[in-house]
Structure formats: C-alpha cells, structure tokens
C-alpha cells in the first residue's frame, strides 16, 4: 500500500560528506552489505555517471547512482548508462522518493546528452517509469536477460545500436 508522499523532498547531487550516510541507506534498503561496497567501488574507480540523493525534511532517505556502461557492436562501441543501485529507506518506501529520484535522474541525464539508460531489476517496478523488455532484447551480458530492460533518455535515438555485448563498470565483476 503506499504511502502518503513525503513533504519537503529535496533531490541533490551526492557529496563525499554523504558517503557514510548513503552506506546506511543501501545497507537498509538492501538488508546487507553488498550493493554498499558496489557503489564504494564504482565511487573510487570513477565510473560514476550520476549519483544523487533524496533528501526529507533534512535526512538522507534516498539514493540513486548511474555508471557507465558500454555497447560493444559491429560498429565499435557506445556508452549507455546502467541504473544499480536504487534505494530508499525502508520505513519511507512506497511514498515516492524512489520515483523522484529515478525522473530527476532521468531528466540530468538527457540534459548531459546520454542517450540510453540500462536496467537489471523487476519489471513492474521499473516498467512504470520507461523501461522496456523489448528494447534491451537484443543486448547480451552476463546477468539473467528477462530482467534486463532499457529506456532512451531522449528523442534523438536514431543512433542508438539495438544489438551488442554490454559492457559494466569492473566493480560489478566479470562482464
Ligand atoms: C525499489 C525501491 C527503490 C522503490 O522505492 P520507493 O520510494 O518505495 O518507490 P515509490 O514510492 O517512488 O514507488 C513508485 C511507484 O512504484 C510502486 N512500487 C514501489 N515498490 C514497488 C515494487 N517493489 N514493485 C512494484 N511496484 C512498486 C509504488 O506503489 C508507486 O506506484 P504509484 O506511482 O502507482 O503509486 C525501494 O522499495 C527499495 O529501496 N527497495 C529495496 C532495494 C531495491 O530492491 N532496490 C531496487 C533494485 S536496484
């Protein structure tokens, strides 16, 4: 059931004065460890595309981070953005932080000329705010593809390639 929206939700690029913070949200979120060191590691091998955070009345509550992802094709190579991970904590999910932090996200990174944005994750979440199956259909990796999905971050996508090998940022680990 949701929750009604939070007030006073400000969304703002992350700062290195958050980082613990921001550990504390994804440790919560995730009710571990792991997605913590991820982003610990895509931070300090500087493959950080956009990260920022949400933050209610004051506190950090929210956070969303986009590495750098490459298309391998026939053609060479074309860069993409990969969303892992998304996070809110667990007593404010379900009140639209999420959903403020993915549009914010979206609409910086249109403006800074990235054209396609890649996705592992449910369907019915991630569904809801552009992504499709169809798109990332011709796209391999490693990772379980019914749960690869894609979304183009603007209009000018008619050089987008459709087919190809991604290639993640190393702190994800084998490609
Ligand atoms: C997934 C997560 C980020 C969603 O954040 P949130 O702030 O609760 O999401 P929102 O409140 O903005 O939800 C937006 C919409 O999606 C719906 N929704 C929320 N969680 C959902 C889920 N797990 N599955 C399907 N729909 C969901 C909401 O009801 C809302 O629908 P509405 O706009 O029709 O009212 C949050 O639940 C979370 O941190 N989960 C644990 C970590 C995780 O799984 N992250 C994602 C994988 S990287």
Redesign the pocket.
Known sequence: ???SPVKQLHIRPAKEQDRSLIDGV?AA???GND?VALVRKLVADGDVVLELVAEANGHVT?HILFSRVWIEHADGRTPAVA????????E???????????AEAHEQLAKAGEGLSI????P??YG?FGYRLELASGFESNYPAHYLQARYLSENHRDLPHQGRLIYASAFGEN
């Not at 404010?92 to 993915?102: D, F, K, N, S, Y």
């Not at 996705?119 to 449910?122: E, K, M, R, T």
């Open positions: 059931m949701s929750q994804i979120a995730f009710n997605e929210g969303l892992a991970p998304l996070a809110v904590l667990p404010m999910q379900r009140a639209g932080v999420g959903r403020a932090l993915i996705v592992l994750g449910d019915a979440y809801r």
